[in-house]
Every structure is written in C-alpha cells, then in structure tokens.
C-alpha cells in the first residue's frame, strides 16, 4: 500500500500504526532509501544508522546479493524519470530503460521485503506519486494507494513552524511559504486523484482530520480494504495506539517513537495562524476545499 499525498498530512503516524499490525511492514519513504538512507546515513526508525540496521541489511541481501546497485545512480535515475510530473506517463506510457532498470530495483526490493518480513502487507510511505504509479507495473505484487489529505491551511502552518529532523539538528530548517506549500499541495493532490485510475478497487481518500477524529476505524477500514486480518490489533482503545518498534526511512521525526502514544488532532492553525498565510492558503486552494469537504472561508 502506497501512501501518496503531500507532506504534513499526517503519513508518519498512519504508516508507524500500520507497522503495529500483524502481517503488515512499513517502510516508511522507501523512495529515500538510497539517498537519505544509504548516502547521508540517516537513522533508521529502530535508532540505528540505517547501514547498521540488521532488518534492511538482511532485505538488501536478500535482494541484491553482492550486486547492491550504486546508491548514487539510483539517485540519478530518479532525477532523471521518476518525477512528479512523469506520474501518468509511469502508469500507462511506455517504460524508458531508465525507468525500466529502476523498476527491475523496486520489484526485487518490495519481494526482499516480503522474504525477510513475512509481511502480508507492506505500507510505503514515500508520497511522490511517481514512485505509486510504478507500481502498476510490478509483477507479482497486488498494489494498493492510499491518498492522504489534510486541510491546506493546516498544512501550510506546519510548514512554517516545521522543526528539523534530530539527525539534522545543525542543518537548515525546512520551511515553505504559504505559496508554495499549497501550490505542491494542489499539484500532489490532483495528479494523485489521476492516478487512481491505474488502482481500480484499490484505492481510498483519508483526510487527516477524520483518521485522527477515530483513527482505528480509519486504519481498520484500510486493512479490510487490502485484505488483511485487523484483529489483535495495537489500539488500546480508540484513540491510544500501543506502537511497535519500526525500521521506517525517512519521515517526521515522530517515527522514533514508540510505545503508547495518544492520537490526536493537531488543529493549532485553528487559533495559532496568522491571518496572511490562511488566506494566501484558502484563496489559492479554493477549487479543491469544497472538494474535499474543507471550509472555504478563511
Ligand atoms: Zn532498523
């Protein structure tokens, strides 16, 4: 199941509660694997750096054997034809070599991981579509895409008091302007609707606010969808969630945590955001509040 959307829709929490269930492993943003995980050296969700990790160097092996690709080319062929706009082309086009030699990476990876995991299901939370369109195209998996959604306001506030990542303490903070949080906001969410075209029967819309409104109806509902037992599940009760330790890349900081965790809305735009950023947001996405059930006044 891949969970495409924007970022600060609340995937992080969703893909870490998915991983608590039996028979379903997540990935976190397997789409950084190469970059943030095998070049940079970031963490991975297990608190070690992603090298050390014993879990994802038993799936490279298991995957490549001693023929692990360059981490560097595979950032390159990325670059080159898994972009955002090459989403549709990536679902029903015909494959450049290019992309063809990344998919032939991404189908060995996805069986490593099902080899060494035993996951019946595995949560990618990686968000660029491109990366869901292509999976389309692998053989002997069935996919599934999840479409993420929160109120654009929301999410530019977010943004703006975005905190680096604990490995990243020294480095710049990630922010984006209202502009363009939600310009990426409405370009994600639109080339992803068009995309569920390629997932018939297979795919669903959560809004962020109705997941944390009762997040175990919301993840339950998602397992039904594809097929997998929920019972014996992580929530202790609606709202608390008992999360398992992980081996997720990439993602908000709040993937290192563990243990009982209480799921609840982060509304603080509703009185926190100043009156500009709400209404460069609400002006500039317009169209797609109404859409998706948002207030369109600002
Ligand atoms: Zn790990």
Not at 5 to 12: A, F, I, K, L, Y
Not at 132 to 140: D, E, I, Q
Not at 228 to 244: I, M, Q
Request: with cysteine; glycine share 8%; proline share 6%.
């Amino acid at each position: 199941m891949y969970i495409a959307g924007w970022g600060r829709s609340g995937t992080t929490i969703v893909d870490n509660i998915f991983n608590s269930y039996d028979n379903v492993f997540s990935t976190g943003e397997l789409f950084y694997l190469w970059h943030r995980g095998l070049m940079i050296g970031r963490k991975c969700g297990c608190g070690v750096k992603f090298a050390n990790c014993v879990t994802w160097r038993s799936i490279l092996a298991a995957a490549f054997g001693d023929q692990l690709p360059d981490p560097a080319h595979v950032v390159e062929l990325q670059k080159q034809t898994i972009r955002v706009r090459h989403t549709q082309s990536l679902a029903d086009g015909v494959l450049s070599a290019e992309a063809q030699e990344y998919l032939d990476i991404y189908t060995k990876l996805y069986h490593a991981i099902a080899e060494v995991t035993g996951a019946k299901l595995i949560v990618d939370s990686s968000k660029v579509p491109s990366g869901a369109a292509l999976l389309t195209r692998m053989p002997g998996t069935v996919p599934y895409l999840l479409h993420m959604v929160r109120d654009p306001r929301a999410v530019t506030h977010s943004w703006m008091r975005a905190a680096p990542p604990p490995e990243k303490r020294n480095g710049s903070t990630i922010v984006q302007s209202p502009t363009s949080s939600t310009v990426h906001w409405l370009a994600r969410n639109a080339i992803t609707e068009r995309l569920t075209r390629a997932f018939p029967g297979r795919h669903a819309r959560l809004r962020y606010e109705d997941f944390a409104a009762d997040p175990q109806a919301a993840i339950e509902d998602l397992l039904d969808l594809a097929g997998v037992a929920s019972a014996d599940g992580p929530f202790v009760d609606a709202n608390t969630v008992r999360l398992k330790p992980n081996h997720t890349i990439a993602g908000n900081p709040s993937r290192f945590r563990n243990g009982d965790i209480a799921v609840e809305a982060d509304d603080r735009w509703v009185t926190e955001q100043r009156f500009g950023p709400r209404l460069t947001s609400t002006a500039l996405a317009w169209p797609f509040l109404h859409r998706y059930g948002y207030r369109t006044r600002v």
